[in-house]
């Protein structure tokens, strides 16, 4: 069925657009000066091309050779850093194979990363994905070092709402309940009743026993969710700047050419791609879809390295890419998670006042049974 309502900013009297994120990278600082560890050689020897053979051989159909030179002492260091840190590295499908293949520890959708968050032995995580991951991560591991190697990398829907806005949304709507994508700042989760990802979002609404429920911020999300279910959704009017721009025309070109080709889309694709899509999921849920089926030609919407990740695996499928990047997800570089754990930067913090609410909305989640 269709939205029961839409809402944005622009109907509790505030601009709509132009809201700027409160992420900024900050100057290395005296304290973090002062726990650095040496600065590794970078340089491409022998010894670093022996040491990083094998992880090379898990990217070369997607990392040209004259291209690792340049990474594999970076990625040498990394690995020996993490060890030297008590660290692991946390890094969500949309990061680059050479972070995804190469240094992550555990790589997942963000519903996995949450997940795997709650078994972390180490005493630091580096989180290569946006910024609400890793506040994600902080809020289920207070105790623990979350560090991200880039503050600025945000998120279209996180920054589309406030806890603020939900708390307007609840006056508007009383004893209406609060379902909020992960995709969100730690206020708007400490706000909520329950989180979600695109892995489980209809799941959760219909857990709430409820004929109407308010969902925020991912308006397409939400589109999705309501075709799936018979909950009257009240939405906000989030979208992700990636899957947004995807459009059903671009489909249906790619079906003219090879009626064959298989096409897979992520839920905060618009309702005309997704109609068009023969399987919509998240991204862990795309990647288990290819795994299986094994298609001869796929064209997977949504951010274009996810693709590049299931290539390297998957040699034989032939992946058609149409190349949308996040460009929050791609300040997360080699140099910059080098830095993170030698300077042990930038650290996640989250209010401690906000916390334990938080933290609530999100075990809710977590402990759902399947
Ligand atoms: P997933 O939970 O499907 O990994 O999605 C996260 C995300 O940011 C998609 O744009
Ligand atoms: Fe946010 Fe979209 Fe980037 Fe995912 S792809 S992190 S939803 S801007």
Redesign the pocket.
């Known amino acids: 069925m269709p939205l029961a309502e839409l809402y944005g900013p622009e109907h509790f009297g505030q601009p709509a657009h132009g809201r700027s994120s409160p992420l900024a990278r900050a100057p290395l600082s005296a304290a973090e000066k002062a726990r650095a560890l040496p600065m590794p050689s970078l340089e491409w020897t022998p010894e670093v091309e022996r040491a990083t053979a094998p992880l090379y051989a898990r990217v070369q159909k997607v990392i040209p050779p004259v291209e690792w030179p340049f990474m594999a002492p970076y990625i040498k260091a990394i690995n020996e850093l993490k060890i030297q840190r008590d660290a692991v590295i946390l890094a969500h499908n949309?990061q680059t194979p050479e972070i995804f293949h190469c240094v992550a520890d555990i790589v997942g959708d963000s519903l996995q990363l949450a997940i795997e968050a709650t078994k972390v032995k180490a005493s630091t995580i580096v989180q290569c994905g946006?910024h609400f991951m890793a506040e994600t991560s902080k809020i289920l591991n207070p105790e623990k070092r979350v560090l991200i190697p880039d503050s600025r990398a945000g998120?279209?829907?996180?920054s589309s709402i406030t806890g603020a806005d939900v708390r307007l949304l609840r006056e508007r709507f009383p004893g209406v309940p609060v379902v909020a994508y992960v995709?969100t700042s730690a206020d708007v989760k400490a706000e909520v009743d329950i989180c979600c990802t695109s892995s489980n979002a209809v799941q959760v609404v219909e857990s709430l026993g409820v004929d109407r429920v308010i969902f925020v911020p991912d308006q397409y999300l939400a589109k999705y969710v309501a075709s799936q279910t018979t909950v009257k959704i009240i939405a906000w009017k989030g979208a992700?700047?990636?899957?947004e721009r995807f459009t059903g025309d671009e489909l249906r070109s790619y079906r003219e050419a090879d009626p064959s080709v298989q096409i897979i889309a992520h839920p905060?694709c618009p309702p005309d791609v997704l109609a068009e899509a023969d399987f919509t999921g998240s991204t862990a849920h795309m990647i288990n879809w290819v795994r299986n089926k094994h298609p001869k030609r796929v064209v997977m919407i949504t951010?274009c390295s996810m693709a590049d990740n299931v290539q390297a695996e998957l040699p034989d499928v032939e992946m058609v890419r149409p190349c949308n990047l996040?460009p929050?997800?791609k300040r997360i570089t080699l140099a910059k998670i080098l830095d993170s754990l030698v300077y042990l930067r930038e650290d996640v913090t989250v209010d401690p006042a906000i916390i334990a609410p938080a933290r609530r909305s999100v075990e809710r989640m977590i402990n759902l049974k399947n």
């Open positions: 949309y946006v998120c279209s829907l996180a995709n992700c700047e990636v899957h905060e951010e996040c929050h997800m």
